[in-house]
Each structure stands twice: as structure tokens, then as C-alpha cells.
């Protein structure tokens, strides 16, 4: 989705870790457009496309690397599909979803992937894994604004969510 005058601005899962990029759908209309299948000789395009409006450090290039893919592999499928819209997150109070900063992180140090969070949250914002090893934040999008639920119900407490107050700025 683009801002009007802006560019346009994705959540991606960096490693496992969301990262807020701008200027991404651009990037892959443009080589959407030029025909260019989502494979690994693309990566180097993708991260110096990505870099001209980012910071993307040296020490995580590999995992922005393979999430970039990752990335333009679903928006090559959304448009081979006849859907060239992103997901539609809703608003809440009248603003888009994507401006509002709640949703999980995930301390992986102290999570063990138990699999509580992926069953207990009825928005499907926790998945595990391809190779069902590990559990990641798939979807912080669909998050309830204001919930907090899956922080209480983790045993090693490896959920966190930003205070309540940055939701002050949003009250109008
Ligand atoms: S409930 Fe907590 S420990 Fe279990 S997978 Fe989710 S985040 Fe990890
Ligand atoms: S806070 Fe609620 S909606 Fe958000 S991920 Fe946790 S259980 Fe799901």
C-alpha cells in the first residue's frame, strides 16, 4: 500500500525479527514488470534496491538476503494470481494498522518453541518454522491492537509487547 506522496512501506521477517522497509513494493513491481523470476541471482539486486532507501547492516545481510526473497517470491505469487493488492490490515481508530507499533517480539534467547502461542492466539500471529523447529512472529500485522494475552500465557515469559502508552498517541 502507498501513502499518497510517499513510498510504500512493509513489516518483513528479518531472521526472526520484524523490520519495517520502505520503498520494497516499488522495487518488486519494477522487476515484476521486467519479467524477473524471485531466484537467488536476484539477490544482490534486491538488497541494493532495498539499501537506497534502508538501513540493511553488513553483519545481517544474509538474513535481510533471504527475507527479501522470501518477499518478492509472495508478491511474484500475489500477481501471478491476479492480485496485485496487499493484505488489507484494517484501520484502527480511523488509521491504518500498519502505522500502529503493537504487535509481539519474540525473545528468541529465552523461547524453547513450545507451540503455547502459535495454539492459544486466534489470529494466527505465531506459526512455527518450514521444518516445524522454531516458532516466529508470521503475521504481527493481524495482532489485536491493545492484546496482550500470549505474553501471560508464555511459560518462559519470552514475549513482550511495547507499553501501553505508545497507544496514547493514537486515543485523539
Ligand atoms: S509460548 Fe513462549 S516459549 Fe512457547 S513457543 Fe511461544 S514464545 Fe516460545
Ligand atoms: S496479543 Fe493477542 S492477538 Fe496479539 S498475538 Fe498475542 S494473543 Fe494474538
Redo the contacts with the bound molecule.
Sequence with gaps: MAYPGELSYRQILVGRFMSGMIGLDEIFAELYEAGRAPDEALVPELLAGARKDNYIPVVAEADYAAALLREYRKYNEQRESGCACRTDYGTWRGILREQIPWYPT?YEHL????????SFCSEKV?AFTEDDQS?YVASPLKCQVGCAECAR????K??AFPPRTVLQAFWG
Aim: charged share 20%; glycine share 6%.
Design positions: 519474540l523461547c524453547d518453541d513450545c507451540g503455547k502461542c502459535v505465531f516458532v500465557i508464555c511459560p518462559p519470552a514475549i
